[in-house]
T-cell receptor, first 111, second 113 residues
C-alpha cells in the first residue's frame, strides 16, 4: 500500500523557470517530510526537509511547502538549472528512521 | 567526514545462492537502515538497526536479514536468492538527532541470474 505518492513520473522545465514537484501522502501520523535527489548509480542525496509543525522551509533555490489538511507537499526549485536534472523522491516518516518513499519524479531542465 | 560506504558496488549471483552486503556508517551515526530499490516498487524499507538491535522492520520475507556490530557497521544477508531480488540495495545512516535526515550510501547493485 503506497502511503506516499508522486503522481507525475516526469517533468520538463526550461532553464531559469520554476520547477514544481508534487507529493501526496495518506498517513496522518507522518510528521517529518524530506526530498531527495538521485542520479543513476548513486544513492539519494538529501535536499531539504520540513517537520509537520511548519508549512514552509527554504534553502537557497529550494523551497518545500506542506499542506497538512490536504496531505500534500511540494518542492519548488527557482531558478531551475540543467544540473538539477535528476530523479526527485519525496519521503515521509513518523519514526524518523523508516522512510516511506514515493516512486520519484524525473526532472529534466532544458537549456 | 567520510560518507556512508557500501561494499561491494556490484554483485552477480545465481538463483538459490546467498549474499552478504556491507555498510559502514558516517562516523558517530549509530542508526543504520537498509532499503531496496527496484524499477517497479521504488525505494522500500527493509530494516533498521540501532546499538546492534533491530528496531524497525519492513514487509520483506525472512530470507532478508541483517545485523549490526559494536562499531555500528552493518551487514545485510539475503538467502536463497530469487530473480526478483535483483535490485539496488541502499544503506542509510542517521545521527539520532530529532528531525535530521538519513544519509545514503551509493548502494550495491545485485543481479541474480
Amino acid at each position: 500500500d503506497q502511503q506516499v505518492k508522486q503522481n507525475s513520473p516526469s517533468l520538463s522545465v526550461q532553464e531559469g523557470r520554476i520547477s514544481i514537484l508534487n507529493c501526496d501522502y495518506t498517513n496522518s501520523m507522518f510528521d517529518y517530510f524530506l526530498w531527495y535527489k538521485k542520479y543513476p548509480a548513486e544513492g539519494p542525496t538529501f535536499l531539504i526537509s520540513i517537520s509537520s509543525i511548519k508549512d514552509k522551509n527554504e534553502d537557497g533555490r529550494f523551497t518545500v511547502f506542506l499542506n497538512k489538511s490536504a496531505k500534500h507537499l511540494s518542492l519548488h526549485i527557482v531558478p531551475s538549472q540543467p544540473g538539477d536534472s535528476a530523479v526527485y523522491f519525496c519521503a515521509a516518516t513518523s519514526s524518523g528512521y523508516a522512510l516511506n518513499f514515493g516512486k520519484g519524479t524525473s526532472l529534466l531542465v532544458t537549456p | 567526514k567520510a560518507g556512508v560506504t557500501q561494499t561491494p558496488r556490484y554483485l552477480i549471483k545465481t538463483r538459490g545462492q546467498q549474499v552478504t552486503l556491507s555498510c559502514s556508517p558516517i562516523s558517530g551515526h549509530r542508526s543504520v537502515s537498509w532499503y531496496q530499490q527496484t524499477p517497479g516498487q521504488g525505494l522500500q524499507f527493509l530494516f533498521e538497526y540501532f546499538s546492534e538491535t533491530q528496531r524497525n522492520k519492513g514487509n520483506f520475507p525472512g530470507r532478508f536479514s541483517g545485523r549490526q556490530f559494536s562499531n555500528s557497521r552493518s551487514e545485510m544477508n539475503v538467502s536463497t536468492l530469487e530473480l526478483g531480488d535483483s535490485a539496488l540495495y541502499l544503506c542509510a545512516t542517521h545521527s539520532g538527532d530529532l528531525n535530521s535526515p538519513l544519509h545514503f550510501g551509493n548502494g550495491t547493485r545485485l543481479t541474480v541470474t
